[in-house]
């Protein structure tokens, strides 16, 4: 099947199998490796991104499904000139992050949470709104503390 899907504001069209799951798309056919593939089942989170502005797992939803539809990915949220999105700044600032496995997921599942939550968060509600993310290497301290941070900018 013909799919086009916008990533990162640049159209892309494949032909691809009715079958395959949109993380193969950004990966193997927009050549976009920060989405990682973690599990398959929707357990982990790491290859979280912004389907028409809402956080998607894209390992259970499937290509065709996103047809027309405009993909934001970890490569797409920083600014032309480089410039860090502010939760990836924040992300940055507060060391939220070890190995970087779980980092693009959890950036991409941050954006969507502070975006749904423009009144302010606390960190009740980031841990809620992160846990079907998850980072095998910390216990969140910091990466609640950065998505905390960077609602605060955001606000």
Do not use: W
């Not at 099947?1 to 950004?26: A, C, S």
């Not at 939220?96 to 991409?108: A, D, H, N, R, S």
Request: proline share 3%; aromatic share 2%; with cysteine.
């Amino acid at each position: 099947m013909k799919v086009t899907i916008t990533v990162n504001g640049r159209e892309e069209t494949h032909d691809v199998e009715p079958r395959q799951l949109l993380v193969h798309f950004i990966r193997e056919n927009a050549g976009l490796t920060g989405t990682n593939i973690g599990c398959d089942t929707t357990s982990c989170g790491a290859c979280t991104v912004l389907l028409e502005g809402e956080s998607v797992k894209s390992c259970t939803l499937l290509s065709v499904q996103a047809d027309g539809g405009n993909v934001t990915t970890i490569e797409g949220l920083a600014a032309a000139d480089g410039t860090l999105h502010p939760v990836q700044k924040a992300f940055h600032e507060n060391h939220g992050l070890e190995c970087g496995y779980c980092t693009p997921g959890m950036v991409m599942a941050a954006v969507s949470l502070i975006k749904e939550h423009p009144d302010g968060l606390d960190e009740r509600g980031v841990r809620e709104g992160l846990e079907g993310n998850l980072c095998r290497c910390t216990g969140y301290h910091n990466i609640v503390k950065a998505v905390l941070a960077a609602a605060g900018a955001a606000s």
